[in-house]
């Protein structure tokens, strides 16, 4: 099983629509979780963090955690063609004091005009 | 501020040739990385340095080698290059542990192709 799991998509959403990004973690003791967006031929850049379970917003966007079930998720409401590109999930965990990041392979988000 | 500069952007090299990949950051940042990406891969950590003159391997460092003389710089490199290190290596830099309550900026990027 991968640490970090997301679907590969192509992932295609209709403008004004709202865009569900899913991912999983295998590993329990993670503790912290962000999501990455990544244009086509750029480097990552973060959109949000999130530590607790819940739903965190920031502006258009949602992060919802959920621990118990190791689920991570990303929503985009009223999604803009600007919103087309790769959305990375990235999981923190520390064992034993060694420090962890991990990304999964990332989702590939279209947004049809 | 620059944040993050690396350079050279694009590269093609020899099998067999080396070369060092810069890496710089003006953020004044203790914790820096160097990352690899394949296509339609994450990023994979090569190594990672938590300050000057400390570096430690990340997930796969054979064939890199890295220094950190100064807080600012994390040059990367590469010896004997192989057709498997033809990939796109971003470096990246935070103000505290990798992975914790703290954003990592990426540079731009350095693609490199070994034929």
């Known amino acids: 099983q991968k640490e970090v799991e997301q679907n590969s998509g192509p992932l295609s959403v209709p403008e004004g629509a709202i865009a569900s990004l899913n991912c999983t973690y295998s590993d329990r003791g993670s503790q912290s979780f962000f999501w990455y967006r990544q244009y086509s031929g750029k480097s990552p850049e973060l959109i949000m963090f999130?530590?607790?379970?819940g739903d965190k917003e920031d502006g258009r966007f949602t992060a919802q955690l959920n621990k118990a079930s190791q689920y991570v998720s990303l929503l985009i409401r009223d999604s803009q063609p600007s919103d087309s590109a790769t959305y990375l999930c990235?999981?923190?965990?520390?064992?034993?004091?060694?420090?962890?990041?991990?990304f999964g392979t990332g989702t590939r988000l279209t947004i049809i005009p | 501020n620059a944040g993050v500069t690396q350079t050279p952007k694009f590269r093609i090299l020899k099998i067999g040739q080396s070369m060092t990949l810069q890496c710089a950051q003006d953020m004044n940042h203790n914790y820096m990385y160097w990352y690899r990406q394949d296509p339609g891969m994450g990023l994979k950590l090569i190594y990672y340095s938590v300050g000057a003159g400390i570096t430690d391997k990340g997930e796969v460092p054979n064939g890199y080698n890295v220094s950190r003389s100064t807080t600012e710089d994390f040059p990367l490199r590469l010896e004997l290059a192989a057709p498997s290190q033809t990939s796109v290596y971003f470096c990246?830099?935070?103000?505290?542990?990798?992975?914790?309550?703290?954003?990592?900026?990426f540079g731009p990027g350095t693609r490199l192709t070994v034929l």
């Open positions: 990246a830099s935070s103000y505290s542990p990798r992975g914790g309550r703290d954003t990592q900026y």
């Open positions: 990235a999981v923190h965990t520390t064992n034993f004091g060694n420090e962890k990041l991990t």
């Open positions: 999130i530590y607790s379970n």
